[in-house]
């Protein structure tokens, strides 16, 4: 045996980023400011696009405000310190209106707005904390995240803008009560659409070239539907909820909230052109309809994907319980409990097609004495250094498994007796050559392996595999580190 010294090396103290670098909370501070800058423009230039694409004529009542969604997030990621940003970003979206309108203290009645917007973006934010504390995870989760995230919040900045602009004389007061409903909804249906978009691709950020096609043709195909619906055939608008149904089966939820967030933009977009199914003489009954329809649409879309998704993970735990009782957990070898299967499996088909199979069984040699002299640790990464040697000297179509201890078996199907023992004569080569390292200590093993050969007859499993252990026995009464095989015959079994 050989004494090999590995040092321990230790790395010095210190908040190490994964680029290798030192990053200190000054740094860290300094990044997160540039963040919620950028975030603060995103903010500014949705409430701008909102005032341009989603506010109807004549009544200039924006019925989609992506910006609250966008503030809400600014919460979840930097808590309070989002504040000021989003009031920032909001007053400088929302000042050119109010001074078009040419009332008086444009300035501070801006300014009052601007905070009930920052306002509802950390309410939402302490109310996502309070009630969802994992995020939406299950379609259940939906209706607390619709009452307690989206409308608690929005009501609470409405009303506090609805007062404001009605004493500034902005609105009439007899308007007051239909824009704060309309301020709730517009606010509302920005959160539902942004925050599960943000939290579905924070969780998951690839990209399956599958899933983008699938994303593509149904873009493609909810477009059509789109364009005649709003081009005379206004019917069409309805298939638009089956068609984004089917894809919520088919696609990840990122690409799922992507897809569904363009769409409901490109209605109500579309809509504020005074194009489409959603026009009528009753304005208020028009925007009824159609905020009915984005909202409707929205959650039974967000409650399908979630709930399949949901299932998704439920059948993959599923998959990994029932792989983690089929597979032993050190060598990563199948156990025996279905090894044994396999091969009354592979009996009854080599009976049936008059092919022959082989069966091995093998044993570490005094590896009792590997765990009295070095331990068990030792013995563990030794019997899992001979399981890597069996994988890699036999077939894709072979079934190695570990029998329990330091008992080992592979199946062999349409082999012969001498293919197996050829196999595992490279193992026991390999095995013989190849220490396994411990604590700088060379350990040395062998195995003795039995290998029996199933020609046919009215020889069971059972029959077959205590052969195999006779062989084994023989092997080792030999002397150890060696093969006997030979042909299993109901006279030999």
Same mark, same amino acid.
């Given at each position: 045996?050989?004494?090999?010294?590995?040092?321990?090396?230790?790395?010095?103290?210190?908040?190490?980023?994964?680029?290798?670098?030192? *990053?200190?909370?000054?740094?860290?501070?300094?990044?997160?400011?540039?963040?919620?800058?950028?975030?603060?423009?995103?903010?500014?230039?949705?409430?701008?696009?909102?005032?341009?694409?989603?506010?109807? !004529?004549?009544?200039?009542?924006?019925?989609?405000?992506?910006?609250?969604?966008?503030?809400?997030?600014?919460?979840?990621?930097?808590?309070?310190?989002?504040?000021?940003?989003?009031?920032?970003?909001?007053?400088?979206?929302?000042?050119?209106?109010?001074?078009?309108?040419?009332?008086?203290?444009?300035?501070?009645?801006?300014?009052?707005?601007?905070?009930?917007?920052?306002?509802?973006?950390?309410?939402?934010?302490?109310?996502?904390?309070?009630?969802?504390?994992?995020?939406?995870?299950?379609?259940?989760?939906?209706?607390?995240?619709?009452? !307690?995230?989206?409308?608690?919040?929005?009501?609470?900045?409405?009303?506090?803008?609805?007062?404001?602009?009605?004493?500034?004389?902005?609105?009439?007061?007899?308007?007051?009560?239909?824009?704060?409903?309309?301020?709730?909804?517009?606010?509302?249906?920005?959160?539902?659409?942004?925050?599960?978009?943000?939290?579905?691709?924070?969780?998951?950020?690839?990209? *399956?070239?599958?899933?983008?096609?699938?994303?593509?043709?149904?873009?493609?195909?909810?477009?059509?539907?789109?364009?005649?619906?709003?081009?005379?055939?206004?019917?069409?608008?309805?298939?638009?909820?089956?068609?984004?149904?089917?894809?919520?089966?088919?696609?990840?939820?990122?690409?799922?909230?992507?897809?569904?967030?363009?769409?409901?933009?490109?209605?109500?977009?579309?809509?504020?052109?005074?194009?489409?199914?959603?026009?009528?003489?009753?304005?208020?009954?028009?925007?009824?309809?159609?905020?009915?329809?984005?909202?409707?649409?929205?959650?039974?879309?967000?409650?399908? +994907?979630?709930?399949?998704?949901?299932?998704?993970?439920?059948?993959?735990?599923?998959?990994?319980?029932?792989? +983690?009782?089929?597979?032993?957990?050190?060598?990563?070898?199948?156990?025996?409990?279905?090894?044994?299967?396999?091969?009354?499996?592979? *009996?009854?088909?080599?009976?049936?097609?008059?092919?022959?199979?082989?069966?091995?069984?093998?044993?570490?040699?005094?590896?009792?004495?590997?765990?009295?002299?070095?331990?068990?640790?030792?013995?563990?990464?030794?019997?899992?250094?001979?399981?890597?040697?069996?994988?890699?000297?036999?077939?894709?179509?072979? !079934?190695?498994?570990?029998?329990?201890?330091?008992?080992?078996?592979?199946?062999?199907?349409?082999?012969?007796?001498?293919?197996?023992?050829?196999?595992?004569?490279?193992?026991?080569?390999?095995?013989? !050559?190849?220490?396994?390292?411990?604590?700088?200590?060379?350990?040395?093993?062998?195995?003795?392996?039995?290998?029996?050969?199933?020609?046919?007859?009215?020889?069971?499993?059972?029959?077959?595999?205590?052969?195999?252990?006779?062989?084994?026995?023989?092997?080792?009464?030999?002397?150890?580190?060696?093969?006997?095989?030979?042909?299993?015959?109901?006279?030999?079994?």
């Amino acid at each position: 045996m050989s004494n090999m010294v590995n040092p321990l090396k230790s790395s010095a103290p210190g908040q190490v980023g994964q680029d290798g670098q030192t *990053h200190s909370p000054f740094r860290k501070k300094l990044q997160e400011i540039a963040f919620l800058i950028c975030a603060a423009g995103l903010y500014y230039l949705a409430a701008r696009t909102g005032m341009q694409l989603f506010a109807l !004529k004549p009544s200039n009542i924006t019925l989609l405000w992506l910006a609250s969604g966008i503030g809400m997030v600014m919460g979840m990621r930097h808590g309070l310190l989002a504040f000021p940003f989003i009031l920032m970003a909001s007053f400088l979206a929302n000042y050119p209106g109010m001074v078009e309108a040419h009332k008086n203290s444009p300035a501070l009645y801006t300014l009052i707005s601007a905070m009930a917007d920052g306002l509802a973006g950390i309410v939402a934010m302490l109310m996502m904390r309070l009630s969802l504390p994992q995020g939406l995870r299950q379609s259940t989760d939906l209706l607390h995240f619709g009452i !307690k995230v989206c409308l608690i919040p929005t009501m609470l900045s409405s009303l506090i803008l609805s007062l404001n602009l009605s004493v500034g004389g902005y609105i009439h007061w007899d308007e007051a009560g239909n824009f704060f409903r309309m301020l709730v909804l517009a606010d509302s249906l920005g959160i539902l659409l942004i925050y599960p978009l943000y939290q579905a691709w924070r969780d998951d950020h690839q990209l *399956h070239s599958n899933e983008v096609q699938r994303l593509v043709l149904t873009g493609l195909g909810v477009g059509v539907l789109l364009y005649l619906a709003f081009r005379g055939h206004p019917g069409f608008i309805y298939f638009v909820l089956p068609v984004l149904l089917l894809l919520a089966f088919y696609v990840s939820l990122k690409l799922m909230t992507l897809a569904l967030t363009a769409s409901m933009v490109a209605i109500i977009a579309i809509t504020g052109q005074q194009l489409g199914p959603f026009q009528s003489s009753n304005l208020v009954e028009a925007n009824f309809m159609l905020v009915c329809f984005v909202c409707t649409t929205t959650f039974t879309i967000l409650a399908v +994907a979630l709930h399949n998704r949901q299932l998704l993970t439920i059948e993959a735990a599923r998959q990994e319980w029932q792989k +983690a009782a089929e597979v032993d957990e050190l060598t990563k070898l199948i156990n025996r409990a279905t090894f044994l299967p396999m091969l009354a499996e592979e *009996h009854q088909r080599a009976k049936r097609i008059k092919r022959p199979y082989a069966l091995a069984l093998l044993d570490i040699d005094h590896f009792k004495k590997v765990n009295d002299i070095y331990g068990h640790q030792a013995g563990d990464e030794v019997i899992a250094h001979f399981a890597s040697l069996m994988q890699a000297n036999t077939r894709g179509i072979d !079934k190695a498994a570990r029998l329990g201890g330091d008992e080992f078996a592979v199946l062999f199907p349409e082999s012969d007796a001498m293919d197996a023992a050829a196999a595992m004569e490279r193992l026991r080569l390999r095995l013989e !050559k190849s220490p396994v390292t411990v604590a700088g200590i060379d350990i040395y093993v062998t195995a003795s392996i039995g290998i029996t050969e199933y020609q046919g007859g009215d020889v069971t499993p059972d029959m077959v595999r205590t052969r195999a252990d006779q062989l084994l026995y023989a092997a080792k009464h030999a002397g150890r580190n060696r093969i006997m095989f030979d042909a299993v015959t109901d006279e030999a079994a």
